[in-house]
């Protein structure tokens, strides 16, 4: 099931009495808890009823004895394993009988709760959730599961925005394109951002851009955009920022390379009439990235860009055999944009 799955069922008061935490947005799983132990805990009584086991490789007599105990003045107790327990990946065959025995025939007084970020599918203990439908799926978020979740959190911090901001954060944090990227870190760049307007309700574009850090490949495609649109000075002082800031000229290319070939993608597709949301598909690429393209594609035609990345190619060639300086044809190729 999907986290928004188990929410709705919390709400209801309708939890079961064993889940697999799922996926690597722990982090989420992390939020979750704490509403379920809200919502099942009577207030003021989680450390009689609250339990988390995180040292490796626990006592599995222990946490089950835990499980089994009847909770104190509340509801339900809840037991949490985490990851780091290592208790869902063991392969201690006693652990794993008497999990899986414990799974089948659980406490109904209690909720334990297994995290994993990566379960192997193989375990018979995994099996054994997934038939109970047990296993709660902390997959990656879509763009639209993203936007809809930075939407709920700023509301909650009593702040408003347009959906242009929140693309615009979306792709600057790197979420979508990065699998390092986490809604932890996420998470961790909305805090910024609410603390910098402080009790200014509205979040707007200035915000985003003063705030968030920029990656040197969104100043890339800002130096490309200022190149193409006629500022070559702006352009110029873009890169030579990139090299006081260590970048090397080789690595500089092959970003501004990437970009052009972007490019190029983005304007062959839309003459087959395609959508943005098909060519963001297609090409693999945030929808706002493909909607800036497509609204500066007046600058430049499918046979220039063609053409480019041909004098790209000459210009790699002669920089790595030593017939041209990388900085000297890096500027000179910006100039020619």
Known sequence: MKYQELMKAIKQKEVRPVYLFAGPEQYIGNMVEHTLVETVIAPGLEQLNLAVFEDKNPDISEILSVCETLPLMSEKRVVIVRESAGLTK?????????????????????????????????KKVYKTLKEQGAIVDYDKLNKIDLEKWIGRRLKLAGKRTSQ???????????????????????????????????????????DIETVMPKSVEDNVFKMV?????????????????????????????GLLLRQIRMMLMVKLLSEKRMSPDTIAKEAKLAPFVVKKVLQNGRRYRVAGLKRTMIEAAELDLKMKTGQIDPEFGLEWFVLKL
């Open 164 to 206: 242009r901001v929140v693309e615009q954060f979306v792709m600057d944090t790197l979420y979508l394109e990065n699998d390092n990227k986490n809604m932890e870190m996420v998470d961790n760049e909305l805090n910024k951002i609410i603390d910098y307007v402080g009790e200014r309700d509205a979040i707007t574009l200035e």
């Open 225 to 253: 955009d200022y190149a193409m649109g006629g500022n070559k000075g702006a352009a110029l002082k873009m890169l030579n920022q990139f090299y006081l800031e260590g970048e090397g000229p080789f690595g500089v290319f």
């Open 90 to 122: 063991t392969s201690d065959k006693k652990t794993v009988e008497a999990l899986n025995k414990y799974i089948e025939r659980p406490s109904g007084s209690t909720v334990l709760i297994l995290c994993d970020s990566s379960p192997d599918k193989r």
